[in-house]
């Protein structure tokens, strides 16, 4: 059984960085075709995709806040860690990690979805 | 990248079929083979329902397919049941080796 779950601030700053920690189990981020990604939603709006990690540490990002993402794994502690820099109110959301496997060619798509966890940015 | 397009809203009656579309472009939907889509009940983690454009989970129902035509992909649920009112999301793989979600569809089930 696949499980996910996200950790982290549930408060922060402007202008701070945001640190949140994806913890899962029931599979390896060492096994080929494997990738974690973080996807976001507003209240009351749409989904939104931030970035994935792939088995091999190949790494894409949102093009729009690509300049504010860092994603990493620790594959021993199976974690994957997002960052974002320079937070804003807007960035206000509920922040899923999600488990792209083997049918989701490419990281096409996410068979398992943690929680979420919400993330308010306010002073 | 924007989003994809999707009806803010659509409705049914039990037993009736329904049907989202999902609008992008070359560079993402009609490009490729990609295209999934996702139940999301309030306060609840989203539910991969189809991906690779028809292709279902195991253990998801077979009334709801999934299918592309050059720039839009749909979702089809037939036989509508109670327990299918939720926000349904489209996504698909990108000309960038991104993701981009669709603006997603309120089911409301009358």
């Known amino acids: 059984q696949i499980t996910l779950k996200e950790s982290g601030p549930t408060l922060v700053k402007p202008t701070q960085t945001l640190t949140l920690t994806c913890t899962f189990s029931g599979f390896s981020l060492s096994t080929s075709g494997v990738g974690v990604g973080w996807i976001r939603q507003p209240p009351g709006k749409a989904l939104e995709w931030l970035a994935l990690i792939y088995w091999d540490d190949d790494k894409r990002y949102s093009p729009s806040l690509k300049s504010r993402l860092t994603i990493t794994k620790d594959t021993s502690k199976n974690q994957v860690v997002l960052t974002m820099t320079n937070m804003d109110p807007v960035d206000t959301a509920t922040y899923y990690c999600?488990?792209?496997?083997?049918?989701?060619?490419?990281?096409?798509?996410?068979?398992?979805w943690g929680q979420g966890t919400l993330v308010t940015v306010s002073s | 990248q924007s989003a994809l397009t999707q009806p803010a809203s659509v409705s049914g009656s039990p037993g009736q079929s329904i049907t989202i579309s999902c609008t992008g472009t070359?560079?993402?939907?009609?490009?490729?083979?990609?295209v999934s889509w996702y139940q999301h009940h309030p306060g609840k983690a989203p539910k991969l329902m189809i991906y690779e454009v028809s292709n279902r989970p195991s253990g998801v129902s077979n009334r709801f397919s999934g299918s592309k035509s050059g720039n839009t992909a749909s979702l089809t649920i037939s036989g509508l049941q109670a327990e299918d009112e939720a926000d349904y999301y489209c996504?698909?793989?990108?000309?960038?080796?991104?993701?981009?979600f669709g603006g997603g569809t309120k089911l409301t089930v009358l």
């Open positions: 070359s560079s993402d939907v009609g490009g490729y083979n990609y």
């Open positions: 996504s698909s793989y990108t000309s960038s080796s991104t993701l981009v």
């Open positions: 999600a488990h792209s496997g083997f049918d989701c060619s490419g990281g096409s798509c996410y068979e398992s």
